[in-house]
C-alpha cells in the first residue's frame, strides 16, 4: 500500500478549498486499485493510512464511485464513503492466511514489482530510441540498462502547484501556474530525477517522479 501526501487545491468557486489524496492498494492477485479520497476522507482517513501504510493493513471501502481523473479511469471516494480497517470478517480471516503463507517474511511491494515485471514484454533500449518496435497503449514494457550518471542528485525535486502537479512559474509578479492558468498558487515539491541510462551502445535520457524517483534515490 501506497499512500500519497494530501493536495490541496482551489474550488471552481475560488471562495473554498477542497482535498485530494491518491491511496494505491495491492490485493491478493498482487494488481494494484487505485482510490481518490477527497476533503475529509483524504484528511482523516487517508492520514491514518499513511501512518499504517508500512504494515500489512487490510482495508475495506464502500460506495466508492468509477469516474474518469485526469483521463484515466479510477475509484473515487464520494459523500457516502466509508472504511473498515481490519474488519472482523471472513474475508479478512482469508488474506492474513495469504499474508502469512505467500507474503511471509518478504515485501508486499517486492512481490508485486516482481509479477509485473514478468508480465510485462521486454524490449531493447535501442528499439525503443529507433522506434523499431510499436509501443501498444494497453501494454507495459521493460528494459535493461546502466544508471551513467544522474543529472540533478544534489537537487532531486521540484516546485510544482499542488492541483495539477505541474512546475509553478516565479516571475517578479509573483507564483503561477500555466497550466492551470491560477496565480498565487500553493506550493508542494515532488521528487523528480533526470538521468543517462545506456544499454550496450545506445543512451538515453529519463526522468522519473515521485515514488520510483524516491525509491531509487534511497537503494543510491
Known amino acids: 500500500m501506497k499512500v500519497q501526501q494530501v493536495n490541496r487545491f482551489e474550488r471552481n468557486d475560488k471562495l473554498s478549498f477542497g482535498y485530494r489524496r491518491e491511496v494505491i492498494l495491492i490485493n491478493t492477485m498482487l494488481q494494484t486499485i487505485t482510490i481518490n479520497l477527497w476533503d475529509d476522507l483524504a484528511l482523516n482517513e487517508g ?24 483521463r484515466f479511469p479510477q475509484l473515487q471516494s464520494t459523500f457516502t464513503t466509508g472504511m473498515l480497517q481490519n474488519p472482523k470478517c471472513n474475508e479478512t480471516e482469508r488474506i492474513n492466511l495469504w499474508l502469512e503463507h505467500i507474503v511471509g517474511k518478504r515485501s508486499l511491494n517486492r ?10 514484454e521486454e524490449i531493447k533500449l535501442e528499439q525503443l530510441m529507433d522506434k523499431k518496435i510499436t509501443l501498444k497503449n494497453d501494454m507495459h514494457y521493460w528494459f535493461k540498462a546502466t544508471i551513467c550518471e544522474i543529472e540533478n542528485k544534489s537537487k532531486p525535486w521540484y516546485e510544482a502547484c499542488a492541483s495539477c502537479l505541474k512546475e509553478i512559474i516565479k516571475t517578479t509578479k509573483g507564483i503561477s501556474c500555466s497550466n492551470c492558468t ?39
Open 47 to 70: 492520514q491514518l493510512l499513511k501512518e499504517n501504510c508500512i504494515k500489512n493493513s487490510i482495508v475495506s471501502f464502500y460506495n466508492l464511485k468509477m469516474s474518469t481523473y485526469h
Open 182 to 220: 491560477k496565480q498565487h498558487v500553493q506550493i508542494i515539491q515532488r521528487y523528480r530525477l533526470r538521468m543517462t541510462v545506456r544499454d550496450n551502445d545506445t543512451s538515453a535520457r529519463l526522468t522519473l517522479f515521485e515514488d520510483v524517483a524516491s525509491d531509487l534515490l534511497v537503494a543510491q
Open 111 to 120: 512481490l508485486w514489482v516482481a509479477k509485473s515485471i514478468k508480465e510485462c
